[in-house]
Antibody, heavy 117, light 110 residues
Framework: EVRLVESGGRLVQAGDSLRLACATS????????MHWVRQVRGKGLEWVSA???????YYLGSVRGRFNTFRENVWDTFYLQMNDLRVEDTAIYFC???????????WGHGTQVTVSS | QSALTQPPSVSAAPGQRVTISCSGT????????VNWYQQLPPAAPKLLIH???QRPSGVPARFSGSKSGTSASLAISWLQSEDEADYYC???????????FGGGTKLTVL
C-alpha cells in the first residue's frame, strides 16, 4: 500500500521558519519526482516545489529563495524547509509523488501551515 | 490568477455528458503534457488523466481527455452523482520552469 504522510505543519508568525517532512512507503522512492502542492482552504491548487531523485529542485517563483526542498533517499523521505514565511503562505501543504511524466499519482493527506501577522 | 484557465463551474443531469475546458499557452499546454485531477474536498486530489488522454488503472472509461493546440478538455460521460467534485488541469510550464494548475472547475450533478 502506498503511503505519504506529511508532518510539521503548525501555526507560526510571519518571518518564522518551518520544516515540513513527508515520509513515504509502498513504492520505489527513487523512481519518483516528489512535489509539494498547496491549497488555501476553499481555493485552488498551487504547485510549490519539486525535487528529482538526484536532488535537483524547482520552485514556484514566489517561494524561490525562501523555500528549499530536498530528499533523503535512504529514508524514503523528503522535506520542505520554509524560511521567512509570509501570511500568503498559509495553506494545506500536500506531498505528492510523480512517476516522471505520468502525472501526480500519489498524494498525502496534507498538513496545515498557518502564518499569522 | 491561474496560468491555466478553466470555467469556475459546470453542471449537468445524471446520465448526461459534460466537458470541462482548460486553456493555456504554448509554454504550457501547447508544448507539454496535460494532466487532470479530481478532488472531493476535503480529501486530497486524485489523478484522473495523464499525458493528455491516458487513464490510470482504476479510472472509469467514462472519463476522457483530449488536447488541441493550447487547449485541453476533460469529458465525463454518463454522469453519476459521485462525479460531483472539483476538477483541475495541470501542465509543466517551460517559461516558468514549474507546474501550473487551472483554477479548478466545480461540477454539479443536478
Amino acid at each position: 500500500e502506498v503511503r505519504l504522510v506529511e508532518s510539521g505543519g503548525r501555526l507560526v508568525q510571519a518571518g518564522d521558519s518551518l520544516r515540513l517532512a513527508c515520509a513515504t512507503s509502498g513504492f520505489t522512492f527513487t523512481d519518483y519526482d516528489m512535489h509539494w502542492v498547496r491549497q488555501v482552504r476553499g481555493k485552488g491548487l498551487e504547485w510549490v516545489s519539486a525535487v528529482r531523485p538526484a536532488n535537483d529542485a524547482y520552485y514556484l517563483g514566489s517561494v524561490r529563495g525562501r523555500f528549499n526542498t530536498f530528499r533523503e533517499n535512504v529514508w524514503d523521505t523528503f522535506y520542505l524547509q520554509m524560511n521567512d514565511l509570509r501570511v500568503e503562505d498559509t495553506a494545506i501543504y500536500f506531498c505528492v509523488g510523480e512517476r516522471r511524466e505520468l502525472g501526480f499519482a500519489f498524494w498525502g493527506h496534507g498538513t496545515q501551515v498557518t502564518v499569522s501577522s | 490568477q491561474s496560468a491555466l484557465t478553466q470555467p469556475p463551474s459546470v453542471s449537468a443531469a445524471p446520465g448526461q455528458r459534460v466537458t470541462i475546458s482548460c486553456s493555456g499557452t504554448y509554454s504550457n499546454i501547447g508544448s507539454q503534457r496535460v494532466n487532470w485531477y479530481q478532488q472531493l474536498p476535503p480529501a486530497a486530489p486524485k489523478l484522473l488523466i495523464h499525458t493528455n488522454d491516458q487513464r490510470p488503472s482504476g479510472v472509469p472509461a467514462r472519463f476522457s481527455g483530449s488536447k488541441s493546440g493550447t487547449s485541453a478538455s476533460l469529458a465525463i460521460s454518463w454522469l453519476q452523482s459521485e462525479d460531483e467534485a472539483d476538477y483541475y488541469c495541470a501542465a509543466w510550464d517551460v517559461g516558468l520552469d514549474g507546474w501550473v494548475f487551472g483554477g479548478g472547475t466545480k461540477l454539479t450533478v443536478l
